[in-house]
């Protein structure tokens, strides 16, 4: 059996006394991907804040490359190989876009050429301040600024929310690119199914804090009962 590249172990994590997350397990393969699916405050950026180490972990075990972080600070964490965007996207307000695409970079596949030949608007716009970039150039900017770090595995939180459709096939054109390119494996955070299923492989679906349903993802999209139930979402609709 090949080892999971991120696996978690009946965790149980929070915020000082409050439980959000009540006992997850998951696995991440290298090169895979995983869509977290679920109503709002469900727990998802919970979970992903948890794997970066920002919350507080009660019960049970992270294990990165087969070794135990459980214990290990977000910085090592990030500095590992784990790579988020947060959903407050955090982009510096007073760097430049270029700036703000380099200053947490490290050496690997993605440089700051690749970047922009995958998200051509960050070059156009690489002068621009932070703070004069429209919404989905910033949901854009966070994703160039995580690749850039050269993570072997992206957390991406709800990457989509309230973006333009055109802006949504651009910055999904851009994650099919990343994961074709260089296989870097991905967690994408979504609400809206129909996006994340498309480009995943394998999904789950959180609610109430624990995980209540995996699937395939094509498998999950087919599922209309379930995606109903689970996410209220009305797929004869949507298709
Ligand atoms: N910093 C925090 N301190 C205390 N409770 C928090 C904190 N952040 C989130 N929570 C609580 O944890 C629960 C899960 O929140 P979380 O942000 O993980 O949900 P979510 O599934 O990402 O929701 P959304 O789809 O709206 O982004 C919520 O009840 C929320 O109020
Ligand atoms: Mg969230």
Same mark, same amino acid.
């Given at each position: 059996m090949t080892q999971a590249l991120l696996q978690l172990k009946g965790v149980r994590a929070g915020y000082g006394d409050a439980v959000v997350l009540n006992d997850i397990s998951l696995e991440v393969a290298d090169k895979s991907s995983l869509a977290v699916l679920g109503r709002n405050g469900v727990g998802k950026s919970t979970l992903l804040l948890t794997i970066m180490g920002f919350t507080r972990m009660t019960r049970g075990q992270i294990h990165w490359h087969g070794e135990d972080i459980t214990h290990v600070a977000p910085f090592r964490r990030a500095r590992g190989g784990i790579g988020w965007v947060a959903q407050e996207r955090e982009i510096f307000p007073s760097l430049t876009v270029e700036e703000n695409l380099t200053v947490t970079a490290r050496p690997g596949h993605w440089t700051l050429e690749r970047i922009y030949d995958l998200l051509p608007r960050m070059k156009e716009r690489r002068g *621009?301040? %932070? *703070? /004069? $970039? =429209?919404? %989905?150039? /910033?949901?854009? $900017?966070? +994703? %160039?600024?995580? $690749? +850039?770090? *050269?993570? =072997? +595995?992206l957390l991406l939180d709800e990457p989509f929310e309230g973006l333009a459709p055109i802006i949504v096939e651009e910055l999904a054109a851009a994650i099919r690119r990343m994961l074709a390119e260089q296989g870097t494996a991905f967690i994408l955070v979504e609400q809206h199914a129909q996006m994340a299923l498309a480009l995943t492989e394998n999904a789950v679906v959180l609610e109430r804090g624990d995980i209540v349903h995996r699937a395939r993802s094509d498998d999950l999209w087919k599922d209309h009962a379930t995606l109903d139930r689970l996410i209220g979402l009305k797929v004869a609709e949507a298709h």
């Open positions: *621009n301040k %932070g *703070n /004069q $970039l =429209s919404g %989905g150039e /910033q949901q854009m $900017l966070a +994703l %160039g600024r995580a $690749l +850039l770090t *050269n993570p =072997s +595995l």
